[in-house]
């Protein structure tokens, strides 16, 4: 998604095909590049998308709402790691996911617009700034599980 918009492409719903392909082709990137595929910290994502589309990222800690609405406000793409299951989605299969990211496309008096791919009823999905800060996590390879006590955000440009 990310990268769609940063590179212009305006379609609504990308084809099932080109994602299943991309999917595949970042599997093989991680897999060369990290030595694995599975639950990426913010950091390794981050060097995934420069290292994969060539864009630029950078990451915040401890980010705010001002944060957020800045690099908006600059056409950056914001991509927050959260505890899935804390958001209260529920188009989520239960209990939901445990480490999930989501992109920030936008946002209104009331809260965030989001884009998630982990439902089919992802696209411009509300949550309010706190909700998706209280659940903010990223990933610790240390524990194999989520670290809750780290808020990060990863900016995407061009």
Do not use: C
């Not at 958001?87 to 939901?96: F, V």
């Amino acid at each position: 998604m990310a990268n769609a918009y940063l590179t212009g492409d305006r379609q609504a719903v990308i084809p099932a095909a080109r994602v299943e392909k991309e999917i595949s082709d970042l599997t093989v990137w991680q897999d060369k590049n990290l030595g694995y595929h599975l639950d990426s910290t913010a950091e390794e994502t981050a060097r995934m998308i420069e290292g994969f589309y060539g864009l630029k990222t950078e990451i915040f800690n401890d980010y705010t709402l001002s944060d957020i609405k800045d690099q908006l406000n600059l056409q950056h793409v914001v991509i927050l790691p959260v505890n899935g299951r804390l958001i209260g989605n529920p188009n989520y299969k239960r209990p939901g996911p445990i480490y999930h990211m989501l992109v920030i496309r936008g946002y209104t008096a009331g809260g965030l617009i989001t884009n998630d791919s982990g439902t089919r009823r992802g696209q411009n999905y509300p949550y309010a700034f706190k909700t998706l800060h209280s659940a903010g996590a990223d990933w610790d390879h240390k524990t194999g599980a989520i670290d809750q006590t780290k808020k990060t955000m990863i900016v995407v440009s061009k």
